[in-house]
Structure formats: C-alpha cells, structure tokens
C-alpha cells in the first residue's frame, strides 16, 4: 500500500474557488476520474475529479474552504506501483491524470455542460450500483439540484442509462411541494404521523439509559389505534374547554334512593347514568353540540348516541350507549355496565364503538377536579367529569354544604363559541339540580 496526495489541477482562469460539495468521505474508494469535490467561482462549478484509484485516507480540504490549483485535495492509499505515485506526490501541482474539470455555466442551468477540452469526461459516464458513486447527471444538473436543495440520489433519472435530466429534478421538486413523496431527511426528521407537515424540529432523541436503569415496552395495539386518533384530534381541532360546577346534593340523595329500591336489580346508577341524559337534554337544546362538520356544512344529527371513555387494562376505549334519549335511567345503567365489561374484556365490537354524536369522560370515580379532555372527531364536543365534593356554597344569607360536581367541556370553536359553551354548562348543571327541568 502506498499513499498518494490529490491536488486540484489546473482549473483555468479562476484564482481561488470556493469548495461547495464534498462528494467524497474518509473510507470511500474512488475510481480514477471519479468526481471528488465540487468549487464554484462567482462565474462557473466545476468537479475536480481524482487523478488516481484508491482509498480515501485524508480529507484535506472542508465546505466553503478555498482552494486553487496545486492545492491540496486528499491523500490517497492507493495499490498502484510506487514509481507513479512518486512521481504524483513529487509534483503535487501537475497531476499526472487527465483531470480537466467540467465547467458548467450557472446562468443556464439547462444548458449542456461545456466540456473544456477533456479528454475523459470528469462527469461518472455510468454510475454502478457502488455507495460512494455520484448521481448520474451533469455539473449543471447536479448545480440547479443544488440550488434548490434537491437531494439527487433520490431523484430518478429518465435519460439514457438513467442520466438525470434537468426536468427529473423539477418533477422531483414538484413532487415532493405537493406532498406527493418525501425526501428521506424528510422521513427521518419526522417519520409519519408526527408532524412532518406542521415542520416541526425533530421529537428529542435521548439514550434514557445512559441516566439510570430502564425497560422498553412496545405499546399495545389499542394505545397505538387511539393515540394517533388523540394526536391528530389535539392538533386538527381548535379546542377550548370550559370548566364549571353543577350542584347535584339533591340528584345524589336521588340516586342513593334509587340504587336501595333497585338492590335487587342487579342493576347500579352511578351519577354517569344521570349524566348522560342531562347531556341530552342539553344537546337538544343546543343541536350544534351534537352536531359533526362535513367541509363548510354542519350535519345536524337528530339522534343522540352518547360515547363514553371507559379505563380498560388494553387502554382508553369508548362503547356507544345508542338512543340514549329513548331510554330510562335504569337501562341506561343496564347498558352501560354491559359495554363497560365488554371494553374491560376486550370484546366490543366496531359497531358498539361507533357513532356516538357527544362523548363523556367521567373520572369521578378516580378523583381529581378538572381536566381538559380531547373531542372526539368527527364530534365537536366532549364533558369531562371529576370527583364531586361536599364543598360551603353562599345561598344569599350563608354558607351551605352542596355536592358539587366539576364539569369541564371542551368544544370545536369552528362550530360552538365560548358564550354558546358556558349556556350549555350552564344548563346542563340547571339540569343535574333538577332533572324536573327537562319537562320544561
Ligand atoms: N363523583 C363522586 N363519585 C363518583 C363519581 C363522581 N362524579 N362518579 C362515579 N363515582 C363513584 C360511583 O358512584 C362509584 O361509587 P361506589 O363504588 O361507592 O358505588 C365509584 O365512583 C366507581 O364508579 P365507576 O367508575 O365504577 O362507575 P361510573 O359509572 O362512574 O364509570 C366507567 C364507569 C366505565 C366510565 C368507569 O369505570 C371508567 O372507566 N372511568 C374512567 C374513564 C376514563 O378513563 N376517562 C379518561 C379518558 S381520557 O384518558
């Protein structure tokens, strides 16, 4: 193995060029004529190509480096016989390859590149399928490319041998604007469903590891299914939530009494039950909340199916409980139990899980206040329901101890504004205090 240094020949009438792409690294092996760095003048680009086969050892030279001729490009291990490399690295200004550079001029880039008297062609006549071989295309091509940012090893070319041509380019550009194909930086900044189209910077990436201890779990099918459903749901929708407190002391002392009566039922009434109906109410009363957008229309729908999350071991599953204006109390409970196991087991079908028009996420039997949950698309609004609390509320002459129960609905502010919201929660809590108001 000898070494031999690669300078920049004579590249005519410029000066000092600026060095504007490295088509070589460290490792790579080159052919002799293979293209190794690309210079621009304020006038022309060029390649300057290698004088000799080998293995890159050295890279000498970096982006935005000036270079001229007899400057010093790479060193070479080469397997050639000592006495022609001596004789390269002896005359470092005269390289003993033919290497005239392709000259191409910027202000056409469509034009054929002007070969300036060379013998062999700097350009790769015929690209092999080696890792370290340059798109096939001309100086001008591969410059236009640039320009524009154009990876051109994704680009296919359509010309003889597959030459890129300066129109595979523009299509190429075209494509990837009109979201038609993504170039691979694309791909890997933001591989699909994380907001490769939001441009947003790359999610972090950290080797937890090198903090402390940890275990990777691949996450299950229903979390994969309901988290992109949830992402595109926050990202899509411009949602507000809205939070107030509905008294239900007295619906509270209801449903007790209501569970004793029915002990023998089987049957239990949790206050999501009562819920569910006062939504109906509710929506009957405001349709736009129990309605869906379909591009600049609203559809009305004139049934009410109530979705409701419900916490299972495979993750956050929403059963249907249909008609639910057509429906008692009792039955709602009924059915709600039975899809509530159903989700647990994991046995919901597809059509228990679909067309709800208005969804309720009920933590109360969990704890917390308020929180601000997610619409479920195509709906356009969703109650989120905390823990009730025996909290001192000022009747007009003192305080008093009310149940009170933290509402939060959040809606689609294309659909429902803010004063339409708080009359819904408003009503809907008039509602939990008096369930008699929805004869009215
Ligand atoms: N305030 C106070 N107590 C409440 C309450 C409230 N708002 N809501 C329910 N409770 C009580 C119930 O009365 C019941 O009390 P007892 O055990 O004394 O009878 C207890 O809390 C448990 O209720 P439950 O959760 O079994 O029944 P439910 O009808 O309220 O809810 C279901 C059913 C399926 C919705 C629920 O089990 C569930 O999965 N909740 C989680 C929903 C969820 O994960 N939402 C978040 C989605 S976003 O990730």
């Known amino acids: 193995m000898a070494t031999m240094e690669v300078n920049v020949p004579d590249i005519g009438d410029f000066d000092e060029v ?21 210079v621009e003048s304020d006038k022309a680009s060029m390649e300057i190509p290698s004088s000799h086969a080998g293995v890159v050892k050295d890279l000498k030279v970096a982006l935005g480096d000036k270079v001229k001729q007899g400057s010093l490009i790479l060193v070479l291990e080469t397997s050639g016989a000592p006495a022609a490399v001596a004789a390269s690295t002896s005359a470092p200004t005269a390289p003993a390859a033919p290497s005239v550079p392709v000259v191409a001029s910027p202000s056409a880039p469509a034009a054929a590149p002007v070969v300036a008297a060379a013998p062999a062609p700097a350009v790769i006549a015929s690209p092999s399928p080696s890792s370290v071989e340059l798109p096939h295309a001309s100086p001008s091509v591969r410059k236009f490319a640039r ?76 979390q994969k299914i309901s988290g992109a459903n949830l992402l595109r749901n926050a990202i899509m929708i411009p949602a507000v939530t809205n939070h107030d407190d509905a008294d239900i002391t007295e619906l509270e002392a209801f449903r007790v009494l209501t569970n004793k009566e029915n002990e023998k039922s089987g049957v239990k009434v949790t206050m999501l039950a009562f819920l569910i109906k006062a939504c109906v109410a509710a929506l009957q009363k405001f349709p736009q909340f129990n309605s869906s957008l379909d591009g600049d229309s609203l559809v009305y729908k004139q049934y009410w199916h109530i979705g409701f999350a419900a916490d299972t071991p495979n993750g956050l599953m929403v059963p249907v409980l249909k008609d639910a204006d057509k429906k008692g109390i009792l039955q709602i409970s009924a059915e709600m139990g039975e899809l509530a196991k159903k989700a647990r087991e994991g046995k919901l079908s ?6 709800a028009t208005f969804t309720i996420s009920s933590l109360g039997g969990i704890g917390g206040r308020y929180f ?13 329901v905390c823990r009730s609390t025996m909290e001192p509320v000022w009747n007009g002459q003192a305080f008093e101890p009310r149940l009170m129960l933290p509402l939060s609905l959040t809606w689609d502010h294309r659909v429902i504004d803010g004063a339409a919201a708080a009359r819904f929660n408003a009503y809907l809590g008039q509602i939990l205090g008096d369930f008699r108001r929805v004869l009215l």
Not at 190 to 210: M, N, R, T
Not at 350 to 355: C, I, K, L, V, W
């Open 350 to 355: 597809p059509a228990e899980m679909s067309g």
């Open 372 to 384: 601000t949950p997610i619409i479920n698309a195509p709906e356009v609004a969703i109650l989120g």
């Open 18 to 38: 600026a060095v504007i792409e490295l088509l070589v690294k460290v490792g790579d092996k080159v052919r002799a004529e293979q293209s190794l760095i690309t």
């Open 147 to 222: 320009e524009l940012g154009v990876p051109l090893n994704e680009v296919k070319g359509t010309g003889p041998k597959g030459r890129i041509s300066l129109e595979d380019v523009q299509s190429f550009s075209k494509a990837v604007m009109s979201g038609d194909i993504r170039t691979q930086a694309q791909a890997q900044k933001a591989p699909a469903g994380d907001g490769a189209g939001l441009g947003l910077i790359p999610w972090p990436k950290v080797d937890f590891a090198k903090f402390g201890p940890i275990e990777r779990k691949e996450l299950g099918r229903i």
